[in-house]
Protein backbone atom coordinates (compact mmCIF):
# COMPACT_ATOMS: atom_id res chain seq x y z
CA UNK A 1 0.00 0.00 0.00
CA UNK A 2 1.24 3.53 -0.48
CA UNK A 3 -0.18 6.39 1.40
CA UNK A 4 -0.60 10.12 -0.04
CA UNK A 5 0.30 11.88 3.38
CA UNK A 6 -1.10 15.60 3.40
CA UNK A 7 0.80 18.01 5.18
CA UNK A 8 -0.22 20.81 6.93
CA UNK A 9 0.46 24.69 5.19
CA UNK A 10 1.21 26.35 8.06
CA UNK A 11 2.76 24.80 11.57
CA UNK A 12 0.40 26.49 13.33
CA UNK A 13 -2.60 24.57 11.68
CA UNK A 14 -2.45 21.10 13.06
CA UNK A 15 -5.98 21.27 13.28
CA UNK A 16 -6.53 20.80 9.06
CA UNK A 17 -4.73 16.91 9.92
CA UNK A 18 -7.65 14.60 10.17
CA UNK A 19 -6.65 12.06 12.98
CA UNK A 20 -6.90 9.10 10.62
CA UNK A 21 -3.70 10.83 8.75
CA UNK A 22 -1.63 9.42 11.79
CA UNK A 23 -3.02 6.05 11.89
CA UNK A 24 -2.20 5.82 8.29
CA UNK A 25 1.57 7.15 8.99
CA UNK A 26 1.62 4.31 11.81
CA UNK A 27 0.60 1.37 9.38
CA UNK A 28 3.97 2.58 7.17
CA UNK A 29 6.84 0.71 7.50
CA UNK A 30 9.26 3.42 5.03
CA UNK A 31 8.36 7.04 4.27
CA UNK A 32 9.62 9.00 1.08
CA UNK A 33 9.46 12.93 1.63
CA UNK A 34 9.99 16.12 -0.10
CA UNK A 35 11.70 17.32 2.76
CA UNK A 36 12.85 15.08 5.34
CA UNK A 37 13.59 17.51 8.06
CA UNK A 38 10.22 18.83 7.46
CA UNK A 39 8.49 15.77 7.46
CA UNK A 40 10.00 14.81 10.60
CA UNK A 41 8.69 18.25 12.14
CA UNK A 42 5.53 17.19 11.06
CA UNK A 43 5.07 13.66 12.30
CA UNK A 44 5.95 15.02 15.70
CA UNK A 45 3.67 17.58 15.78
CA UNK A 46 1.13 14.72 14.91
CA UNK A 47 2.09 12.63 17.85
CA UNK A 48 5.17 13.42 20.51
CA UNK A 49 5.14 10.22 21.04
CA UNK A 50 6.10 8.41 17.93
CA UNK A 51 9.71 6.72 17.24
CA UNK A 52 10.81 8.79 14.25
CA UNK A 53 13.49 6.43 13.24
CA UNK A 54 11.23 3.65 13.44
CA UNK A 55 10.90 4.25 9.81
CA UNK A 56 12.95 3.86 6.94
CA UNK A 57 14.07 7.19 5.31
CA UNK A 58 14.06 8.38 1.50
CA UNK A 59 14.41 12.02 0.80
CA UNK A 60 12.78 12.42 -2.94
CA UNK A 61 14.68 14.63 -4.92
CA UNK A 62 12.79 15.46 -7.32
CA UNK A 63 12.41 11.59 -7.98
CA UNK A 64 15.83 10.67 -9.52
CA UNK A 65 16.35 7.59 -10.86
CA UNK A 66 18.19 5.93 -8.01
CA UNK A 67 15.30 7.30 -5.37
CA UNK A 68 12.85 5.64 -8.44
CA UNK A 69 14.28 2.84 -8.09
CA UNK A 70 14.44 2.29 -4.11
CA UNK A 71 10.74 3.33 -4.43
CA UNK A 72 10.28 0.52 -6.46
CA UNK A 73 12.44 -2.16 -4.25
CA UNK A 74 10.38 -1.06 -0.98
CA UNK A 75 6.96 -2.03 -3.04
CA UNK A 76 8.69 -4.88 -4.01
CA UNK A 77 9.25 -5.91 -0.91
CA UNK A 78 6.14 -5.44 0.41
CA UNK A 79 6.42 -2.67 2.55
CA UNK A 80 3.92 -0.01 3.38
CA UNK A 81 4.90 3.54 2.38
CA UNK A 82 4.42 7.14 3.16
CA UNK A 83 4.77 10.06 0.58
CA UNK A 84 4.93 13.14 1.93
CA UNK A 85 5.16 16.70 0.48
CA UNK A 86 6.77 19.36 1.67
CA UNK A 87 3.23 21.20 2.14
CA UNK A 88 -0.14 20.00 1.29
CA UNK A 89 -0.72 17.06 -0.78
CA UNK A 90 1.52 14.91 -1.98
CA UNK A 91 1.63 14.36 -6.02
CA UNK A 92 0.31 18.10 -6.69
CA UNK A 93 2.45 20.27 -7.54
CA UNK A 94 4.78 18.37 -5.98
CA UNK A 95 7.83 15.70 -7.26
CA UNK A 96 6.18 13.43 -5.26
CA UNK A 97 3.96 12.54 -8.49
CA UNK A 98 6.48 10.80 -10.30
CA UNK A 99 6.62 7.85 -7.59
CA UNK A 100 3.06 7.87 -7.26
CA UNK A 101 3.30 7.08 -11.50
CA UNK A 102 5.46 4.18 -10.40
CA UNK A 103 2.85 2.55 -8.38
CA UNK A 104 0.22 2.73 -10.84
CA UNK A 105 2.67 1.13 -12.83
CA UNK A 106 3.34 -1.61 -10.89
CA UNK A 107 -0.33 -1.65 -9.85
CA UNK A 108 -0.03 -1.01 -6.12
CA UNK A 109 -2.77 0.15 -3.64
CA UNK A 110 -2.39 4.05 -3.63
CA UNK A 111 -4.62 5.74 -0.89
CA UNK A 112 -5.06 9.25 -1.26
CA UNK A 113 -5.94 10.71 2.16
CA UNK A 114 -7.98 14.10 2.73
CA UNK A 115 -5.66 17.14 4.08
CA UNK A 116 -5.23 20.68 2.82
CA UNK A 117 -4.66 21.55 -0.16
CA UNK A 118 -3.63 25.20 -1.27
CA UNK A 119 -4.82 25.43 -5.08
CA UNK A 120 -8.24 24.23 -3.80
CA UNK A 121 -9.15 26.61 -0.49
CA UNK A 122 -7.99 29.52 -2.48
CA UNK A 123 -10.01 28.62 -5.52
CA UNK A 124 -12.78 27.89 -2.96
CA UNK A 125 -12.28 31.60 -1.39
CA UNK A 126 -11.91 33.42 -4.43
CA UNK A 127 -15.51 33.97 -6.16
CA UNK A 128 -13.92 33.04 -9.64
CA UNK A 129 -15.00 30.12 -12.07
CA UNK A 130 -14.51 26.94 -10.32
CA UNK A 131 -16.18 25.51 -13.32
CA UNK A 132 -13.06 25.79 -15.66
CA UNK A 133 -10.01 26.30 -14.05
CA UNK A 134 -5.97 25.39 -14.54
CA UNK A 135 -2.72 25.14 -12.09
CA UNK A 136 -0.11 26.70 -14.58
CA UNK A 137 2.55 26.31 -11.50
CA UNK A 138 5.54 28.85 -11.51
CA UNK A 139 5.84 31.68 -14.17
CA UNK A 140 9.43 32.10 -15.44
CA UNK A 141 11.89 33.71 -13.81
CA UNK A 142 13.06 36.02 -16.71
CA UNK A 143 11.03 39.58 -16.50
CA UNK A 144 10.39 39.70 -20.22
CA UNK A 145 9.26 35.79 -20.12
CA UNK A 146 7.22 36.52 -17.07
CA UNK A 147 5.45 39.43 -18.72
CA UNK A 148 4.63 37.80 -21.86
CA UNK A 149 3.29 34.73 -19.83
CA UNK A 150 1.35 37.06 -17.72
CA UNK A 151 -0.36 38.49 -21.20
CA UNK A 152 -0.84 35.34 -22.54
CA UNK A 153 -2.45 33.76 -19.26
CA UNK A 154 -4.95 37.02 -19.03
CA UNK A 155 -5.78 36.46 -22.83
CA UNK A 156 -6.73 32.22 -21.89
CA UNK A 157 -8.90 33.68 -19.39
CA UNK A 158 -11.06 35.96 -21.10
CA UNK A 159 -10.99 33.34 -24.36
CA UNK A 160 -11.97 30.60 -22.50
CA UNK A 161 -13.21 32.16 -19.16
CA UNK A 162 -11.66 30.27 -17.28
CA UNK A 163 -9.86 31.04 -13.11
CA UNK A 164 -5.93 30.67 -14.30
CA UNK A 165 -3.65 29.61 -11.00
CA UNK A 166 -0.42 30.09 -10.25
CA UNK A 167 2.65 30.87 -7.77
CA UNK A 168 5.91 32.21 -6.90
CA UNK A 169 8.82 31.30 -5.04
CA UNK A 170 7.67 33.58 -1.73
CA UNK A 171 11.18 36.44 -1.78
CA UNK A 172 9.98 37.32 -5.39
CA UNK A 173 5.98 37.81 -4.52
CA UNK A 174 6.39 41.37 -4.54
CA UNK A 175 8.11 41.31 -8.53
CA UNK A 176 5.31 39.63 -9.38
CA UNK A 177 2.73 41.75 -8.18
CA UNK A 178 4.04 44.30 -8.99
CA UNK A 179 4.61 42.52 -12.70
CA UNK A 180 0.66 41.90 -12.69
CA UNK A 181 -0.65 45.31 -11.98
CA UNK A 182 1.74 47.02 -14.66
CA UNK A 183 0.61 44.35 -17.31
CA UNK A 184 -2.79 43.49 -16.55
CA UNK A 185 -6.54 45.35 -17.97
CA UNK A 186 -7.84 47.05 -15.06
CA UNK A 187 -11.18 45.23 -15.43
CA UNK A 188 -8.98 42.16 -15.19
CA UNK A 189 -9.82 40.41 -11.35
CA UNK A 190 -7.06 39.17 -9.55
CA UNK A 191 -7.02 37.03 -6.17
CA UNK A 192 -4.48 36.90 -3.89
CA UNK A 193 -4.83 34.40 -1.35
CA UNK A 194 -1.76 34.57 1.69
CA UNK A 195 -0.73 32.18 4.46
CA UNK A 196 -3.68 29.97 3.48
CA UNK A 197 -5.07 28.19 7.08
CA UNK A 198 -2.66 30.32 9.27
CA UNK A 199 -3.35 32.51 11.85
CA UNK A 200 -2.37 35.20 9.40
CA UNK A 201 -4.22 34.31 6.11
CA UNK A 202 -6.51 36.20 4.25
CA UNK A 203 -7.76 35.83 0.74
CA UNK A 204 -8.77 39.20 -1.36
CA UNK A 205 -10.21 39.31 -5.31
CA UNK A 206 -10.10 42.96 -6.58
CA UNK A 207 -9.83 44.19 -10.08
CA UNK A 208 -6.72 44.98 -11.26
CA UNK A 209 -7.69 48.37 -11.01
CA UNK A 210 -9.14 48.25 -7.04
CA UNK A 211 -5.26 46.62 -6.33
CA UNK A 212 -3.35 49.61 -7.32
CA UNK A 213 -4.94 51.27 -4.67
CA UNK A 214 -3.93 49.23 -2.40
CA UNK A 215 -0.85 48.85 -0.07
CA UNK A 216 0.27 45.17 -1.27
CA UNK A 217 3.82 43.30 1.38
CA UNK A 218 3.40 39.81 0.71
CA UNK A 219 7.69 39.35 0.66
CA UNK A 220 8.58 36.03 2.09
CA UNK A 221 4.62 34.74 2.91
CA UNK A 222 3.09 31.62 0.46
CA UNK A 223 1.05 33.09 -1.60
CA UNK A 224 -1.35 31.58 -4.32
CA UNK A 225 -2.91 33.88 -7.36
CA UNK A 226 -5.50 33.74 -9.06
CA UNK A 227 -6.65 35.43 -12.05
CA UNK A 228 -9.58 35.95 -14.57
CA UNK A 229 -10.05 38.25 -16.98
CA UNK A 230 -13.37 39.68 -18.78
Not at 11 to 21: F, L, N, Q, S
Request: charged letters at 25%; glycine letters at 4%.
Amino acid sequence: MVYLIPSFLSEDAIKTIPPYVLSAVKDCQVIFAENERTARRFLKALDKEIVIDNFEWHTIHKAEQEQINSFKQKIKEGKNIAIISEAGCPGVADPGQILVYEAQKLNVDIKPLVGPNSILLALMASGLNGQHFSFLGYLPIDNMERIQKIKQIEEESAKRKSTQIFIETPFRNNKMIETILQNCKLSTQLCIAAELTSSNEWVKTKTIAEWKNETIDLHKKPVIYLLMAK
